[in-house]
C-alpha cells in the first residue's frame, strides 16, 4: 500500500494545541530542552491515565484470564542476556564524516551522502560522507551501588515484557491460574534510539502497556488471532476511526529474533501509517532462555493430563504515550461557528481529561456559589472543573480545546428556578435541566459510553 504524504501541519498544530493548554510540552525547558523527552502536565496526565486505565479495564475487568504485575526497571543483567537484548538489540547506525550528525542506516533510503546536508549553508562545501553501518544498543546503562564498574553494571529496562518472564514462575504459584493466562504490566520502557522525533511518536523514555499471555502450544496460533481482532477492537471501541486503523501482517525478514508471527496495528498518523501496537506470536523463546540462563525450571506441569510443557506466548505490546498521540490526532477537529473558527478535541469521553465544566455566566449574584454547589456534587462522580475566567464563549472554547463533553452554565434564571443549560460539546446542543437530578443525568450519559461493546453485549 503507497504511503499518503505526511501532513507536518496538522502535527504542528497538535503539537501547538498540546503545549497552549498544557497536555504536553517539551522537557527541561528552562534549561533548553533535551532532546525528545517530554513532559505531561495537568490535562495530559488525565487522558493518558485514562488511556492506562481502559487498558487495564480490558485485560483485568472484563475478562477473569489475566492478571497484573508490576515489577522493577532495574533487573539483573543476566535477564538481558537471556533476552537476546545485549546481543541483539541494535540498530544500525551511520555517522557523517563532516557534520558528526547521526542517523539509522536502515531509516536511510540507500543514500551514501549526509541527510542533513541539503539543509546546511550553500557555504558548506565539504563533502558530506557517510560513515559504514555500525551496531549500536539501545540500552541505557548505569550502575548499582557506588562502584562504576563492569560487575555494578545495570541496564534500565528497554520493555517492560521481560519483567513478566522472570516473574512467570511466581506468578503461577499465587495466582492459581493455569495456561491459557495472561500476565499484564505498565511502566516505563527506555530505548536510546538514534533518531528519536515526531513529537511523542518515539522518544527514549516512554511507558508501554504490555501483556503476555501463556498458552499450550497447540493453542498459539488462535490465541493470536483472538489477541490481534481484540487490540484492534479496542481502539475502534474507544474512538479511533476505523478507516485510519489497519492490521498488518509483518513480512519474514522483518521478525525479530524470538517471533514466529508479528502483526502491527498501524494508524494512519499525521507522519504516515505507523505502528500503534505489535501483536507476537513469541513461541517459547523467553521462557526456554530464562530457564537456561536462570537454571529455573520455568514450564506449567497439568496436574489432569500429567503433561509438562514450556507455555508458548502471544504478546500484544503497546504504547502508552503513542496511544494517547494517536487518541489526539483522531479527536482534532476544526469547525466554524458562526464564521469563528473553532478548535475541538471529539476525544470519547471516557478519555477525555475532563468530563463536565462548571460555567457561572457571571462572576456575582451569587452564580458562582451555586455553581460551587454544582461542582461539589458532581465532582464525587466524575472528574470536574470549575470555571469562572473570561467570557462565557471564550470559556467554551477552552472546554472544546480540552475535549470536555459537557459544559453546565449557571445563569440569571438558575437563580430564580435553580435551572441550568447542559451544552454538548460534539452538538453545540443546549437544553435546560434541573439542577436536582443533574449528577444522575450525566452519569448516566457517560455511562452510555462506559461500557465497552463486547460487555455491553455479554451483559
Ligand atoms: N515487548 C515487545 C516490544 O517492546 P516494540 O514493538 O518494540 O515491542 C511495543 O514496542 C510498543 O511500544 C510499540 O508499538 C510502541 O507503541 C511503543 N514504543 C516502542 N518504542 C517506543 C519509543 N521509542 N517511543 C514511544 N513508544 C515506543
Not at 504542528?12 to 502536565?41: H, N, P, Q
Not at 542476556?81 to 564524516?97: K, Q, W, Y
Request: charged letters at 30%; aromatic letters at 10%; glycine letters at 6%.
Amino acid at each position: 500500500m503507497t504511503q499518503p504524504p505526511a501532513d507536518a501541519a496538522t502535527m504542528e498544530k497538535i503539537v501547538a494545541l498540546c503545549k497552549r493548554r498544557g497536555f504536553i510540552f517539551a522537557s527541561s525547558e528552562i534549561y533548553g530542552g533535551l532532546g525528545s523527552t517530554y513532559d505531561y502536565g495537568h490535562y495530559g496526565v488525565l487522558l493518558k491515565t485514562n488511556v492506562k486505565s481502559e487498558w487495564w479495564r480490558a485485560m483485568l475487568q472484563e475478562r477473569d484470564d489475566i492478571v497484573a504485575l508490576d515489577s522493577a526497571i532495574l533487573q539483573h543483567p543476566r535477564v538481558w542476556e537471556a533476552s537476546g537484548h545485549l546481543a541483539g538489540f541494535t540498530d544500525p547506525m551511520v555517522d557523517c564524516r563532516a557534520c558528526k550528525k547521526r542517523f539509522r542506516a536502515d531509516h536511510l533510503d540507500r543514500e551514501e551522502m549526509c541527510p542533513a546536508k541539503a539543509s546546511l549553508p550553500k557555504t558548506d562545501d565539504r563533502r558530506h560522507e557517510l560513515t559504514e553501518a555500525r551496531d549500536f544498543n539501545l540500552m541505557f546503562k548505569t550502575f548499582v551501588g557506588p562502584m562504576e564498574e563492569s560487575a555494578s553494571v545495570a541496564y534500565l529496562r528497554p520493555e517492560t515484557a521481560q519483567g513478566i518472564f522472570i516473574n512467570f514462575k511466581n506468578v503461577l504459584q499465587f495466582s492459581r491460574k493455569k495456561p491459557p493466562f495472561g500476565i499484564a504490566q505498565v511502566g516505563k520502557s527506555f530505548r536510546n534510539e538514534i533518531t528519536p522525533g515526531n513529537f511523542v511518536f518515539r522518544t527514549r523514555e516512554f511507558e508501554q502497556m504490555e501483556m503476555e499471555f501463556f498458552v499450550p502450544p497447540d493453542e498459539a496460533p488462535q490465541w493470536y488471532d483472538h489477541w490481534k481482532q481484540q487490540r484492534l477492537h479496542w481502539y475502534v471501541d474507544l474512538g479511533l476511526r476505523e478507516d485510519h486503523l489497519r492490521m498488518r501482517e509483518h513480512d519474514l525478514d522483518e521478525l525479530s529474533h524470538y517471533s514466529s508471527a508479528t502483526a502491527d496495528v498501524e494508524y494512519l498518523f499525521p507522519i504516515g501509517w505507523s505502528e500503534l501496537e505489535g501483536v507476537a506470536n513469541r513461541g517459547n523463546f523467553d521462557l526456554t532462555q530464562h530457564a537456561e540462563y536462570s537454571g529455573e525450571k520455568l514450564e506449567y506441569f497439568d496436574p489432569q493430563s500429567k503433561e509438562r510443557y514450556v507455555p508458548h506466548v502471544i504478546e500484544p505490546a503497546a504504547g502508552a504515550d503513542r496511544a494517547t498521540l494517536a487518541f489526539l490526532v483522531d479527536a482534532y477537529d476544526e469547525d466554524d461557528l458562526g464564521g469563528e473558527q473553532r478548535t475541538v478535541l471529539k476525544l470519547h469521553p471516557r478519555l477525555a481529561p475532563v468530563k463536565v465544566a462548571v460555567l457561572p455566566l457571571v462572576k456575582k449574584d451569587g452564580q458562582p456559589e451555586v455553581a460551587r454547589e454544582i461542582v461539589k456534587a458532581l465532582r464525587a462522580r466524575m472528574q470536574t472543573e470549575y470555571d469562572e475566567g473570561g467570557s462565557i464563549g471564550k470559556r467554551y472554547r477552552r472546554q472544546d480545546e480540552i475535549g470536555t463533553p459537557f459544559c453546565v452554565t449557571v445563569d440569571h434564571q438558575t437563580l430564580q428556578d435553580r435551572t441550568v443549560t447542559l451544552r454538548d460539546r460534539d452538538t453545540l446542543e443546549q437544553e435546560r435541566l434541573a439542577i436536582d437530578g443533574l449528577v444522575e443525568v450525566l452519569v448516566e450519559r457517560l455511562a452510555r459510553e462506559w461500557r465497552s461493546p463486547k460487555v455491553a453485549a455479554e451483559a
